[in-house]
């Protein structure tokens, strides 16, 4: 296989937010990476808002199973982004290996 064509399959032109900084993801594997962290960031900010609410007062049995909700939904998503990545990645290994 071609080794230009490989480099070039494996560069994105995903741009992808950073906080406020806009930047450009050298490849694909990067931006999906990327964007696994940003859904784990916003989950964790959800928990975090969930947190501060049953901290404040609002012990309500809805509040607290809204929580434990969002707790799970936070294993989920871990779990998910680290089986993918290592699936993509071992896949990543693997082709490189037989060129």
């Not at 741009?15 to 806009?22: K, L, M």
């Not at 450009?24 to 999906?32: D, K, P, V």
């Not at 404040?56 to 998503?77: C, D, K, V, W």
Request: charged letters at 20%.
């Amino acid at each position: 296989m071609n080794t230009q064509l490989t480099q070039m399959q494996l560069l994105s032109d995903t741009t992808v937010a950073n906080g406020d900084v806009r930047r450009r993801s050298s490849s694909w594997f990067e931006a999906m990476a990327e964007a696994w962290g940003e859904a784990l960031d916003e989950q964790a900010n959800r928990i975090q808002d969930k947190s501060e609410e049953v901290a404040a007062g609002f012990e309500t049995p809805a509040q607290i199973t809204e929580l434990t909700a969002e707790s799970l939904r936070m294993g989920y998503l871990a779990n998910s982004s680290h089986t993918s990545l290592t699936s993509v990645g071992s896949a990543l290994e693997t082709l490189a290996r037989k060129q």
